[in-house]
């Protein structure tokens, strides 16, 4: 069996057990060591999958989901906001980046799916250990979204747009940027 349909196999059981397999059984039902299961758990996760790993093993809530990227523009005091706006419609925030003139792109890992998610971010920010990353781009950013469905990502394109949050789009990301 070659290793994409093996991994095609390994998510059709995850899903279709609908609670947490171990991977010594996904091994032996698959005839694969362990670490290939580890390494396909890896593989599935970054084709979109939503894999969880437990202590007692693997499982998949739903997949694969889709992503859009959004290039945003807003105060530190509607950060709570637009975030609460994207989980609240069924999002997650992957992560935030910024186009620097100087150092390029600058990138970091939120995933953000929840209120407590944001409300956990924020505290972090207000504990003044750390600003966002919008603040080296004069606001401008960009949240990779993640969702069930590229409806989801509609709705939640048009509420961020609704409320201002979408920056115009000017060619290059870098040409958006006044640093």
């Known amino acids: 069996m070659k290793a994409e349909e093996r991994r095609r196999k390994l998510a ?3 899903i279709a057990e609908q609670k947490p397999v171990s991977g010594t059984v996904l091994a032996e039902r698959l005839g694969v060591s362990r670490q290939i299961i580890v390494k396909d758990i890896a593989v599935l996760r970054t084709e979109g999958y939503e894999v ?3 202590h007692y ?3 998949i809530e739903e997949g694969p989901y ?3 990227v959004f290039k945003l523009r807003h ?3 509607q950060t709570e906001d637009e975030l609460s706006c994207i989980v609240g419609l069924g999002g997650t925030v992957v992560d935030v980046f910024v186009w620097h003139r ?10 953000i799916s929840s209120l407590y998610d944001v409300a956990r971010f924020l505290d972090g920010i207000k504990s003044g250990k750390s600003t966002e990353l919008m603040h080296i781009t004069s606001g401008y950013h960009y949240h990779t979204v993640r969702a069930g ?3 989801t990502l509609d709705l939640i394109g048009a509420a961020l747009e609704k409320k201002g949050y979408i ?3 000017t060619g290059k990301p870098e040409e958006a940027v006044t640093v």
């Open 12 to 14: 059709a059981m995850l």
């Open 52 to 54: 969880s790993s437990l």
């Open 57 to 59: 093993g693997y499982r």
């Open 66 to 68: 889709e992503e859009r």
């Open 75 to 77: 105060t530190s005091g």
């Open 102 to 111: 100087v150092y390029g792109k600058i990138k970091a890992d939120l995933n």
């Open 149 to 151: 469905s590229g409806e």
């Open 167 to 169: 920056a115009p789009e």
